[in-house]
């Protein structure tokens, strides 16, 4: 039975066509000013016309220092209302719905980007390119708060459908619920109500300033998979916390900078349950002790797995990031049962470990951009040559950042 075409309604009454959402991805084509190029536009166009019910835009700063990447699209008072508007429209074109993923890095901005980022603690990265952060002060936790709710006033003006507030892969508000991260001992750190406040702070401030229509969702770790990190009996007692500020809906993934799970790719001789929806078993405790809807991230690809899964009740909504890059169309497709899987190219790929760090991260990054500037990927590219180029790429963008920003 297709479960992933059924129509899904949130608590707050808005409908989504049917259960397949497209995850966030950094798609890293911001202009100088952190405004939308018309290639993002584009992409929204093509991912709106593909068949998803619901389209999360990539890591959308709150902040114009502390930026996922320089090419990030910010939401603020000074961003292009036009732009991002003509965005929103873009992914609604198709007919779903178009959240903004508010995200602040915290730590994992990059260093050119800021030298001295801001983070729950002073400990830094432990990866080149990434500055020594300062431990927030009080007021500098209120200005974070203050930051998310004024972007989530921003996406409701220029006519997204909500916002899915990050807090997940190691950026501030993930860090802070890290115990290995966040070693402070004031009303911020220490037992888990502390080091949740920052995340629910964030959400009842935004819950607060947006329409009681407007979508309020959250991405959250299931696990750090780190030493020390949040694990996921911590997980599944945040996510009840979060359920009562009024959530509509929780994205599970998990991973960091450092251990870097959501982005996990196994070869094809491994069994489909293996290869698959990695984050499943962790949900389903997640789910169980929920009442709003999950979603759930992570290497769906059949569609037998992912019906299986809506229908044993371990998650209601089925994201998926890189077959958006390989096939912008594949979810009508999946839908109508023209295909029973959707693409999955990254099983084509030597073991993370055999290759330069991030490599195939990074070829699918430049596959996004190339998506958004020609309509279509090249699959045929080499997966060092796509790693190299995404490399240029930062570059580039980062030079042009600097250069507008003096
Ligand atoms: C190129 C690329 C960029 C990504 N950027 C983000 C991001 O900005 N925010 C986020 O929460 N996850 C990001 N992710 C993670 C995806 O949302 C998703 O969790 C991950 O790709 C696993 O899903 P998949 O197996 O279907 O690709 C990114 C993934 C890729 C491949």
Redesign the pocket.
């Known amino acids: 039975m297709s479960m992933i075409g059924e129509a899904l309604t949130l608590p707050n009454g808005v409908t989504l066509k049917n259960r397949i959402v497209k ?4 798609e890293a084509l911001g202009d100088q000013n952190n405004n939308p190029t018309q290639a993002q536009i584009d992409l929204f166009a093509n991912w709106s016309a593909g068949g998803a019910g619901l389209l999360i835009t ?2 959308t700063p709150v902040d114009r220092m502390h930026l ?1 990447h320089a090419g990030n699209f910010v939401l603020d008072p000074a961003t292009d209302r036009e732009k991002v508007s003509a965005l929103v429209a873009a992914g609604q074109s198709g007919g779903a719905k178009i959240l903004a ?1 508010l ?1 602040h890095a915290g730590r994992q901005a990059p260093e050119a980007v800021n030298p001295r980022p801001v983070s729950i603690s002073d400990i830094r990265l432990d990866l080149p390119g990434y500055g020594k952060p300062d431990a927030a002060t009080e007021e500098q936790l209120a200005d974070v708060i203050a930051k998310f709710t004024q972007s989530a006033q921003c996406a409701e003006a220029a006519g997204f459908d909500g916002v899915e507030i ?1 807090a ?2 190691g950026y501030l508000l993930s860090s802070a619920l890290s115990p290995r991260i966040n070693t402070r001992d004031d009303r911020w750190g220490g037992p888990l109500e502390n080091r949740a406040r920052l995340a629910l702070d964030v959400v009842r401030s935004v819950r607060a300033a947006v329409s009681p229509g407007f979508i309020v969702a959250v ?1 959250l770790n299931s696990s750090d998979f780190q030493k020390g990190g949040f694990g996921p009996e911590e997980s599944v007692k945040v996510a009840v916390m979060l359920e009562a500020e009024g959530v509509d809906f929780i994205e599970i ?1 998990g991973g960091t900078f450092e251990a870097p799970t ?2 996990q790719h196994s070869a094809k001789s491994q069994s489909t349950v293996a290869r698959e929806a990695y984050f499943l078993d962790y949900a389903a405790a997640i789910k169980a002790a929920l009442t709003i809807p999950l979603m759930v ?4 690809r059949s569609a037998s797995v992912m019906n299986a899964a809506i229908s044993a009740g371990k998650t209601d909504l089925i ?5 958006f ?1 390989a096939d912008p169309r594949f979810a009508a497709k999946l839908l109508s049962g023209e295909i029973d899987k959707a693409p999955a190219v990254e099983q084509d790929f030597p073991p993370a470990d055999t290759l330069p760090r991030g490599a195939v ?1 990074n070829w ?2 430049t596959q ?1 951009a190339l998506v958004g500037e020609t309509g279509k990927p090249d699959l045929s590219l080499p997966v060092l040559e796509g790693h190299e180029a995404y490399l240029n790429r930062i570059d580039v963008a980062t030079e042009r950042l600097l250069a507008a920003r003096s």
Do not use: D, V
């Open positions: 995850s966030a991805m950094s990539g890591n996922e993923q995200a990050h997940a892969h991405k993934s959501a982005y991230t992570g290497g769906f994201g998926m990031g890189r077959p890059i991260l699918f990054c996004l």
